[in-house]
C-alpha cells in the first residue's frame, strides 16, 4: 500500500517511478503465487484422494472470470494413489495448469489423467502461444513454477516432460510408475480371474468361427 502511495505521488517524468512500479509487479505476481499456493496446500488436504475432482475446480478456485475451455479426461480404472505421492503430482499438475491460465492465452486447456496397471499418467495441454525454449530451460523471471515441478517429480522418481512451441501450444507430461504411485497394486487372484475369461471368451470365439466355417 506504501509503494502505491509513493507511486502516485511521483511525477510521471521521474527516473524512479519506472523502477517503483517493476517493483509493485513483482510484489503483486509474487502475493498472487504465494496465496494460490496457500489455496493449493488446502485443497490437497480435502479432495478425498479424487484428483479429478480436485483439478476439475481449479478453474473456478483460481481464474473464476476465465472463459477458456477446460475439461478433465480420465483413463482407464481410478486407483488409490499414495497421499504423498498423490499431492506431489496434484501441485506439479496444478502448477502446469495455472501457467496455462495465466500465460498461454489458450482458448482450450485439458487434462488427461490416465490410470494404467503399470503407471499413472497426468497430462495438461494447450492451444496457446506456447513456452519460448529460454523459459523451457531457465524459468520465468521471478517464478520457481518450472523448477518447482521438477524437483517435485525428481523426489517422487517421476519422468516430467514439457513440451512446447511458439504458437504450438504447451504439453506438460508427467509419468509415475505404478509401484511408486498406487497405494496397493492389483492382486494375483483379480488377475488370474481376467486370464481365465480373456481365456474363456477366446474359446467361445473360436467355437463360434469352427461353427461358421462348417455351415
Known amino acids: 500500500m506504501q509503494l502505491h502511495v ?6 510521471e517524468n521521474s527516473e524512479a517511478k ?10 503483486t505476481r509474487v502475493i498472487d503465487e504465494g496465496r494460490n499456493t496457500v489455496r493449493g496446500l488446502r485443497s490437497s488436504d480435502v479432495f478425498n484422494q479424487n484428483l ?54 489458450a482458448t482450450e486447456i485439458v487434462v488427461e489423467i490416465e490410470y494404467s496397471v503399470n503407471f499413472f499418467r497426468v497430462m495438461v495441454r494447450d492451444n496457446g502461444i506456447g513456452i519460448t525454449a529460454d523459459v523451457l530451460r531457465e524459468g520465468r523471471e521471478g517464478h520457481w513454477g518450472l523448477s518447482g515441478m521438477r524437483e517435485r517429480a525428481e523426489r517422487i522418481g517421476a519422468r516430467l516432460r514439457v513440451l512446447s512451441r511458439a504458437d504450438a501450444g504447451t504439453e506438460m507430461e508427467l509419468s509415475v510408475p505404478g509401484g511408486i504411485a498406487f497405494a496397493s497394486q492389483p492382486s494375483k487372484g483379480s488377475k488370474f480371474w481376467f486370464a481365465r475369461l480373456y ?15 462348417l455351415q
Open 52 to 105: 479429478e475432482q480436485a483439478f476439475s475446480r481449479l478453474q473456478q478456485e483460481l481464474f473464476p472470470t476465465s472463459d477458456t475451455e477446460f475439461r478433465v479426461i480420465v483413463e482407464g480404472t481410478p486407483r488409490q494413489l499414495r497421499p504423498a505421492v498423490r499431492d506431489d503430482i496434484y501441485h506439479i499438475g496444478r502448477e502446469a495448469l495455472a501457467n496455462s491460465f495465466r500465460h498461454s492465452r
Open 18 to 27: 519506472p523502477l517503483v512500479e517493476r517493483a509493485l509487479q513483482l510484489m
Open 199 to 213: 481365456a474363456k471368451k477366446s474359446s467361445d470365439t473360436k467355437a463360434v468361427t469352427e461353427s461358421e466355417q
Open 6 to 11: 509513493a507511486d502516485d505521488r511521483l511525477p
